[in-house]
């Protein structure tokens, strides 16, 4: 009878130790990171007197999918997906000093208002990612998806189509837009006093994105060398 407990302490620490190698190899993901160049982001505005545009060229951050996702355009569907949802780890990052408009006053007047000194970052998260189908082969696959943006230390749920096709067999490029208000991020739409606020910037904003992702180089075989 005393070995029963042993028996017992035994059997639950084997049952742990299955339970912990079977989410390991469930979690077994494919990351494709961005790359440093390739990529661009555009926001478009609009004052009393002129539409104004700023721009980007640097996205950082990475997208991965669950081992056995293949995103394959000329396929009708994409392998591995779960009830029309792929399982998704997406993370974007873009330094607010990165955009630029052209002039150096507009820039410090964004900058300002966007409280890049305290939060030099926005970010975005995906959250859910699904299929919009049929999908035509030939074409990108287009997702309805649901994020987290956070700008200027505020974090918003944000809704958008996003984009995705092969550059080539290891790149992938993902487009998409999507239209805020900046007053949602606690954002005063600048009001520039040098032209003692006779200049008033709308609430409203568009961002416009292009963004490429690779795998990660593979090392070179020693044996080849």
Request: proline content about 5%.
């Amino acid at each position: 009878m005393k070995k029963y407990p042993w028996l017992f302490i035994r059997n639950v620490v084997f049952a742990s130790l299955l339970l912990m190698a079977g989410a390991l190899w469930a979690a077994d993901w494919v990351k494709y990171e961005a790359l440093p160049t390739g990529s661009s982001v555009k926001i478009d505005g609009t004052s009393t007197i002129h539409d104004w545009t700023v721009e980007g060229k640097l996205i950082r951050g990475s997208m991965e999918f669950e081992e056995g996702v293949d995103i394959d355009p000329s396929q009708k569907t994409i392998h591995g997906l779960k009830g029309g949802k792929l399982n998704a780890q997406v993370e974007v990052s873009i330094l607010v000093r990165s955009l630029k408009s052209g002039k150096s006053s507009m820039d410090s007047v964004m900058q300002q208002a966007m409280k890049q000194k305290e939060y030099p970052t926005i970010e975005y998260r995906v959250k859910e990612m699904v299929l919009k189908e049929p999908h035509t082969p030939g074409t990108p696959f287009v997702f309805d998806t649901k994020g987290e943006l956070t700008v200027a230390g505020v974090a918003r749920t944000n809704l958008m189509q996003v984009a995705i096709e092969r550059v080539d067999k290891d790149k992938l490029k993902t487009t998409g837009s999507t239209t805020v208000k900046m007053t949602d991020f606690g954002i005063q739409p600048p009001a520039p006093k040098i032209a003692l606020g006779a200049i008033k910037t709308g609430d409203d904003v568009k961002i416009t994105f292009e963004w490429l992702t690779a795998l990660p180089a593979k090392p070179a075989d020693a044996s080849q060398k």
